[in-house]
């Protein structure tokens, strides 16, 4: 079994766990050889809560805190990072910290299976609340349920919980030692790490390393914040012989802003690539929002989301609407290459791609907004939140005086891989922006794909489903707002059905 060793700090001291498997998960070795039991395994898919911890990395002169499911997260993608868990909030005087004592004043644990996961992402809003929005101003409901939208609770006990969230604010501040922390982590910085020849996982610090890494190793397997990769191990029960992790790679957890296009790199998080994708658009807020939990939105990255290419992967369909292209890296003898090419036309089938085995997926290049765009995604799942979509449906119109100029169309859930509509494009490109040309359109959208039937949604579901989007999409560019149940007036709606 390969192993090597693992470094984070915690509790005040650096730990060192000198044989790790490269295999094992972080909730594994929470339980099993740090003996921390209060981390809880609900799922083993990242889809509950119950395993969320608090990791920290620096910022600049800052921590920045992330809460992450532990149980789909490989052990050594924290190595050099800062951990909390459950048992770590408590002082040393025995008094609770806010977001423990504001659960209990509020009444918020039932069972309490899930507490502590709870509890973690509650830490985890507290200290975001402290250290990047601060100036004293409440938490908002809104913020809570943002916050708390990995976490399930079979209680069903929601309100205490999120007044819980709000109330924490008001009992006597607790503040982490962030100089410490800072400190302990550039010492965990100057570490050598996973970067030997035969290192079983292997954690490039730089873009050269990675590709140097990737052209020795073509085999290993390549993850961008495990939230698939994850749950590999955890469900399928894989092995990997050699991992290596893009996710430490300094050029590639950029944003770069240029005059018509946003760069992000593909170890860039969801959580961060989305908010860069909302500055832009705002109108992808809620859609940002629904992409699974927090705590998975923090560990996964937007490149290891789009290089995964599922047929489900929410980001793609978004993506392909907005017309984004990737670019694609290898170390070739002694030179660096590159090639470009359309999101859409990666793909090849089912998880298959046109990447040459020691060839990274680097950057995400997704063209800004213009101003006579018209663009939404909708996302169509059992749950509103932290649930994969039966259908995703993306797009961006371009319409000047009445007439559909450009279209550009992507769908998710509809095929054994994410695709653009080019039928449906067609159907739009030319024709007058009117209600007749959305029916014939929603025809063609219905005609173009032939989905399976699964456990999320029928063949037919997913067909309808389609051409009701696009009719939604028309119905919203005419004014209409009571399209969701967000924007719904049910006194409204129901004045309207009366008469």
């Not at 961060?272 to 929002?289: K, N, Y």
């Not at 040309?437 to 456990?455: K, N």
Request: hydrophobic fraction near 40%; aromatic fraction near 6%; proline fraction near 4%.
């Amino acid at each position: 079994m390969n192993t090597q060793p693992l470094r984070f700090f915690r509790r005040g001291e650096i730990v060192t766990l000198p044989a790790v498997a490269t295999n094992r998960t972080l909730l594994e070795v929470l339980r099993e050889d740090l003996h921390c039991t209060g981390t809880k395994e609900g799922c083993g898919e990242g889809d509950c809560g119950a395993c969320t911890v608090v990791v920290g990395e620096a910022d600049g002169d800052s921590v920045k805190y992330s809460a992450i499911n532990s149980c789909i997260r490989m052990a050594h993608s924290i190595d050099g990072m800062a951990l909390w868990t459950v048992e770590d909030l408590t002082a040393a005087n025995g008094d609770l910290h806010p977001a423990q004592q504001a659960l209990v004043d509020c009444h918020g644990s039932q069972c309490g299976f899930c507490t502590p996961g709870f509890v973690m992402s509650l830490f985890g809003l507290y200290q975001k609340h402290q250290n990047e929005i601060g100036k004293g101003e409440a938490i908002s409901r809104e913020q809570a349920q943002t916050a708390l939208s990995g976490n399930l609770c079979r209680c069903t006990g929601y309100r205490p919980i999120l007044d819980a969230a709000q109330a924490m604010q008001a009992l006597p501040a607790v503040r982490v030692n962030a100089a410490e922390v800072l400190s302990n982590l550039q010492l965990l910085a100057h570490i050598p790490r996973g970067l030997e020849a035969d290192s079983a996982y292997i954690s490039p610090r730089t873009l050269p390393e990675l590709l140097k890494a990737r052209a020795r190793h073509p085999n290993a397997q390549l993850v961008a914040g495990c939230t698939d990769v994850g749950l590999w191990v955890t469900k399928q029960h894989q092995q990997f012989d050699r991992v290596l992790d893009i996710t430490q790679v300094a050029e590639l957890r950029r944003i770069e802003q240029y005059p018509h296009h946003l760069a992000i790199g593909a170890a860039v998080t969801l959580t961060d690539a989305f908010s860069a994708l909302v500055a832009d658009r705002p109108q992808l807020a809620e859609f940002a929002h629904r992409f699974a939990g927090l705590p998975v939105r923090n560990s996964g990255t937007l490149g290891g989301n789009v290089a995964n290419g599922s047929p489900i992967g929410d980001s793609m369909p978004l993506l392909i609407a907005l017309g984004a292209n990737v670019v694609l890296m290898r170390h070739s003898g002694k030179k660096v290459t590159h090639r470009e090419l359309p999101l859409e036309d990666i793909y090849t089938g089912y998880r298959k791609n046109v990447l040459k085995p020691d060839e990274v997926l680097a950057w995400i290049k997704v063209p800004k907004a213009t101003a006579s765009e018209r663009s939404r995604v909708y996302k169509v799942s059992k749950r509103f939140e932290d649930d994969i979509s039966a259908v995703c449906l993306g797009l961006n119109l371009q319409i000047d005086h009445g007439l559909v100029m450009r279209a550009s169309i992507g769908a998710g859930g509809v095929a054994a891989t994410p695709m653009r509509a080019r039928q449906t494009e067609a159907a739009l490109i030319g024709q007058p922006w009117t209600q007749a040309t959305v029916h014939l359109a929603i025809q063609v959208l219905r005609g173009e794909f032939t989905p399976l039937s699964d456990m999320r949604a029928s063949a037919a579901y997913r067909s309808a489903v389609l051409g009701n989007l696009l009719q939604r999409f028309w119905l919203e560019s005419q004014g209409t707002v009571q399209t969701d149940l967000h924007t719904l007036d049910l006194d409204t709606t129901a004045q309207g059905v009366a008469a």
